[in-house]
Structure formats: structure tokens, C-alpha cells
């Protein structure tokens, strides 16, 4: 079993910056780790993903702005955001399939206009 725990969330400015953290409770580090975001009356949705070989994938919305990365002797993903609009404000989740999905609790982020 896995155990996700996302952290980093919070309140910025338009233009602003912020870093998620995602730790898992076991190794992951041969798996590839997602974010999605889920905003008010809308469907989650991918964000970005890093294979276990460490190669990102992003959606077309954060592109340029967004950054995944990892650090597998902590069994850690990080999301570093950039340049934030309100259009990201949503929940940010974290998952993993290992044998099963995976996912954290969510940590909050808000954009202000």
C-alpha cells in the first residue's frame, strides 16, 4: 500500500509562485507520479507526470510554467508552479499506480486576481 501526502498549497498572487510537495509512504521511485487538479464544479484533470526514468509529461494549460521533478532518496515529487493564473486554482492531487491507484488527500491551491 501507498500513502500519498501532498503539501505546498496555498494563497498567491496572479504571477506568483508556489511548490507542492508529494512524499509517499514507500519507495516509488521505478513508478511514474501524476498531478491532477480538480477545480469547483469540474472534473479532475491531468496536470503533469514524471516516469521513474525521470522524462515529464505536461499538460497543454501549464506548459512553460509548471515544472515536475523528483527525488527518489526521499520518495518526494515536487511541482514547481510559475507565473499562476486563477484559472489554476483548484485542488492538487497526487497519484501513483502501483497494483492499484493511489491517491493524496489534495492540498488547496488558490490564485487571486
Known amino acids: 500500500q501507498v500513502q500519498l501526502v501532498e503539501s505546498g498549497g496555498g494563497l498567491v498572487q496572479t504571477g506568483g509562485s508556489l511548490s507542492l510537495s508529494c512524499a509517499a509512504s514507500?519507495?516509488?521511485?521505478?513508478?511514474?507520479v501524476d498531478w491532477y487538479r480538480q477545480a469547483p464544479g469540474k472534473r479532475r484533470e491531468f496536470v503533469a507526470s514524471i516516469t521513474g526514468d525521470n522524462r515529464p509529461f505536461y499538460s497543454d494549460s501549464v506548459k512553460g510554467r509548471f515544472r515536475i521533478s523528483r527525488d527518489n532518496a526521499e520518495n518526494t515529487v515536487f511541482l514547481q508552479m510559475n507565473s499562476l493564473q486563477p484559472e489554476d486554482t483548484a485542488v492538487y492531487y497526487c497519484?501513483?499506480?502501483?497494483?492499484?491507484?493511489?491517491w493524496g488527500q489534495g492540498t488547496q491551491v488558490t490564485v487571486s486576481s
Open positions: 497519484h501513483v499506480f502501483r497494483d492499484y491507484d493511489y
Open positions: 514507500t519507495s516509488i521511485f521505478t513508478y511514474s
